[in-house]
Structure formats: structure tokens, C-alpha cells
């Protein structure tokens, strides 16, 4: 026989297991999108909590280019596929076609046997003391009830929301210390290239990745292509990894 309250036992503790684990950490990826999941993987030595306010994860990924589930990547990025053993197929001698559905089931896999993930989850704010030490989170169904937030504590955040750049526009609007600009017009070929040079920390211990580094600093926007969200994801979790290591 079917226990209800055994199985909502079994539920509740078993999360709130995870939260409590989640509550004091190296590191907070805000976003679980293809540089988020990127960051979050090659972080995963240290004790990291990827929050997503969404219920599933993968960002950008699933819908391909107007609901055709295929992305492209460069060739330069073949490497961090197969560390997350997603197939390819190559079109030209720079660009390979990859299946969007096994690259955000594969992402997702990969991480969520490494690293707590938090989803329906949203950040609201940040802790600012000697920078940004942590988040301010609630759930996301609460909308626009009255819900006071808790907060988690880490030693870095990262900014890997997308077109939004909700933590980096919140941090901004606050501190007053640097400017969101906003995504700028489409040129993928500069976007790509421009997002994963300008990756990295945008405030004390803030660092931004993906799709928000182009909303912090005005650049282009790219389309369907994802190399840079994944050298973008990486970089900005070496950048980390070789600090917290320091």
C-alpha cells in the first residue's frame, strides 16, 4: 500500500537536505542556461548551487533557431562537447550542427550529478558587504505576493541570466558601481567573439557569462550559434577556480 505522508516525508526532507547544503558555498551560478551549466561542470570541485528560476533548465538551447532543434557551434568548442559527450556533425570546416535537445539533456545531466541545482527558484537581490557575498533569493511562483526572501551565502557569484542580466542590473542599480547597457543588435560572427573576451568578474566578486555579458556591455547578440556561451561558461569558471584556489 501507498503511503501519502510517507512519500511527502520522504520529499521534504530529502530537499531540505539540499537547501541546507546549499545555504553557505564557494560558489552561486544564477541561471541554468548553456553557459550557467558550462560554469557551474567546470566548477564542480568546489561547492557550488546553480539556481534557476525556471522549472526545467537549458536556457536558449531547447528551441534551436526558431523552433528547428539544431544549433551550431565552431570547431574550437569540440572539446568542452565531448567532455559532455554530445555528438556533432560537421557542416563546413569551421561549423558543426549539434541536436539541441541531446545538448540541453546532456548539460543538464552532467551538472545535476555534480552540483546542487535550486530551480523554481529566483534571485531578487544580492549581499554587498567587501562585494557581493551572496544572493537574496525567493521562490519564483510567489510573484508579486508579499514573500520576504532568504539568502544564500557564497564567496563568488555568477551572472549567467541571459538577455536579462537580472543579478549584474540589480547589483548596478544598488551599488552604482558600472552600468548595464543593454544587448545591442545582431552581428554573430563579433558577438561570439566579444562575449567570451569581455567574460568575467564585472564587480567584486561578481562575475558575468553568456548572453548577460553582452547586456552589461552593450554588445551584439548572436542567434542560434552557441560556441561562445560554452568558451564563455568556461572561462569564467577557470577565472574562478584559479581564485578560490589562490
Not at 558550462?38 to 570541485?45: E, F, R, V
Amino acid at each position: 500500500m501507498v503511503d501519502e505522508i510517507r512519500i511527502t516525508r520522504a520529499i521534504i526532507e530529502s530537499y531540505f537536505e539540499r537547501l541546507k547544503d546549499c545555504l553557505d558555498v564557494d560558489v552561486v551560478v544564477v541561471g541554468g542556461g548553456p553557459s550557467g551549466l558550462t560554469c557551474a561542470y567546470y566548477l564542480s570541485d568546489f561547492d557550488v548551487c546553480l539556481i534557476e528560476k525556471n522549472l526545467s533548465l537549458g536556457g536558449g538551447i531547447w528551441g534551436g533557431g526558431m523552433f528547428f532543434n539544431k544549433i551550431v557551434v565552431q570547431k574550437d568548442v569540440l572539446s568542452i562537447l565531448d567532455d559532455f559527450d554530445v555528438s556533432y556533425e560537421r557542416y563546413d570546416e569551421e561549423h558543426y550542427v549539434v541536436d539541441a535537445i541531446e545538448l540541453a539533456s546532456s548539460l543538464i545531466k552532467a551538472v545535476s550529478r555534480e552540483v546542487e541545482i535550486l530551480n523554481g527558484v529566483c534571485v531578487e537581490d544580492v549581499v554587498v558587504k567587501d562585494g557581493v557575498e551572496g544572493v537574496v533569493v525567493n521562490w519564483s511562483a510567489s510573484g508579486d505576493l508579499h514573500v520576504d526572501p532568504l539568502v544564500i551565502s557564497s564567496r563568488v557569484v555568477v551572472d549567467a541570466t541571459g538577455h536579462d542580466a537580472v543579478v549584474c542590473r540589480v547589483t548596478a542599480k544598488k551599488t552604482k558601481a558600472f552600468k548595464v547597457e543593454g544587448e545591442g543588435y545582431m552581428h554573430a560572427d563579433l558577438a561570439e567573439r566579444l562575449v567570451v573576451e569581455r567574460s568575467g568578474e564585472v564587480y567584486k566578486n561578481l562575475f558575468v557569462t553568456g548572453m548577460a555579458v553582452a547586456s552589461v556591455y552593450g554588445l551584439p547578440r548572436m542567434g542560434p550559434i552557441f560556441g561562445g556561451m560554452l568558451l564563455s561558461g568556461k572561462k569564467v569558471a577557470e577565472i574562478i577556480s584559479g581564485r578560490l584556489r589562490s
